[in-house]
């Protein structure tokens, strides 16, 4: 699996985790629900500066999203 599809699944993943919608995440951390759903449709990713809010937000203990994140970004 590429690393742009991990990235997405591990958003995607946490967010159905935190019981929270698209509109919901996005809203939290100043993006649109489309920018969400791009990022869980592997179509893009969040600006580095996003990363630090989405990891506090989805809980994300284990680091998936920074390590999806940047192995994304250097695979690009």
Known sequence: MAYKEMFGDTIYRLRK???LSRFELGSLI???S???KNWE?????PTIT???FLVQLLNDT???L???YY???GAA
């Open 17 to 19: 985790q935190k019981k």
């Open 71 to 73: 192995d994304f970004v």
């Open 34 to 36: 489309l920018a969400v």
């Open 50 to 52: 996003l990363l630090p």
């Open 41 to 45: 449709l592997h179509e893009g990713c």
């Open 30 to 32: 100043g993006v649109d």
């Open 66 to 68: 920074f390590l999806y």
């Open 62 to 64: 284990e680091g998936d």
